[in-house]
């Protein structure tokens, strides 16, 4: 069975390409690799049978999402930043709170390793993954949801416009 | 590998994601890199929600994580937008230049 082998290889690959995002002192850097771990994520998806969500994923997120970052990346073409002289108290805070967290959900997960209810059938799992699976529920129980997402993205364009093309502040 | 034990694997996998994006918006000071651990997050979020989704066999997971990536997408467009709106004025993305509303 190839899953789990796949499973690790992306996985290693998804944490990787984040320490890398983080670590890159460019934000070219930062965004490129944080495409990769989004293709990562995509493979993850399909790993687990759900091809539209893999597909808007790379669409949405690895196409739209980061070109506009990149893009506003590149307008503004930014130095990069110098390093932080002295050691600063809020670096050794924020990693004791990062341990803490991932604490946290480790216990969580740990804790609900046996509550976990019997588990869908591998027919049953590739069968909700479909398009027409997801249609079905989004255009029928979830509809005006949608349509609210609609009015959303269009008021997010029309303040993003707005915000960008004023001199306000 | 079942589905019950695989789905642990995932939800620990996510949980890295997450505290890796945690520790983007605390340690770093460029506030696009910040945004980009914003959206590092939701994936890692998004993540949970299919890997249980298509454990349990039920599709309501992977249309919550649809609506998830469209307000992402609004949530990109807005905070880019303002960034560039105090980069005009201030010249620099550095996280603690923006305190407009100190003082």
Not at chain 2, 2 to 25: E, K, M, P, Q, T
Not at chain 2, 30 to 53: D, G, P, Q, Y
Request: aromatic fraction near 10%; hydrophobic fraction near 65%; proline fraction near 3%.
């Amino acid at each position: 069975m190839i899953a789990p082998f796949l499973f690790f290889i992306l996985a290693i690959g998804a944490v990787a390409a984040a320490l890398g995002m983080i670590i890159a002192r460019n934000p070219v850097n930062s965004a490129l690799l944080l495409v990769l771990n989004l293709f990562c994520i995509a493979g993850l998806y399909l790993t687990l049978n759900a091809q539209f969500i893999a597909v808007i994923q790379v669409l949405v997120y690895a196409g739209a999402i980061m070109v506009l970052f990149l893009f506003v990346i590149m307008l503004l073409n930014l130095a990069e930043m110098p390093r932080p002289q002295q050691f600063r108290w809020s670096y050794a805070l924020a990693l004791v709170l990062g341990a803490l967290v991932l604490a946290q959900a480790v216990y969580v997960i740990a804790e609900g390793f046996n509550v976990i209810p019997a588990a869908a059938s591998p027919e049953q799992a590739a069968a909700t993954g479909t398009a027409k699976a997801i249609a079905m529920d989004l255009f029928t129980t979830y509809m005006l949801p949608f349509e609210m997402i609609g009015i959303l993205l269009l008021v997010a364009t029309i303040g993003a416009v707005m915000l960008a093309k004023r001199r306000f502040i | 590998m079942d589905l019950s034990h695989s789905l642990n694997w995932y939800l620990a996998l996510s949980a890295v994601l997450f505290v890796i994006g945690v520790l983007g918006v605390l340690l770093r000071r460029n506030v696009i890199v910040i945004l980009m651990s914003v959206e590092l997050m939701l994936n890692a979020v998004n993540l949970t929600l299919v890997s249980a989704s298509q454990a349990f066999g039920d599709v309501s997971g992977q249309i919550l994580v649809f609506f998830v990536m469209a307000v992402a997408a609004a949530e990109a467009a807005v905070g880019l937008a303002i960034v560039i709106a105090i980069f005009r004025n201030k010249l620099t993305v550095d996280i603690n230049e923006f305190n407009l509303f100190k003082n």
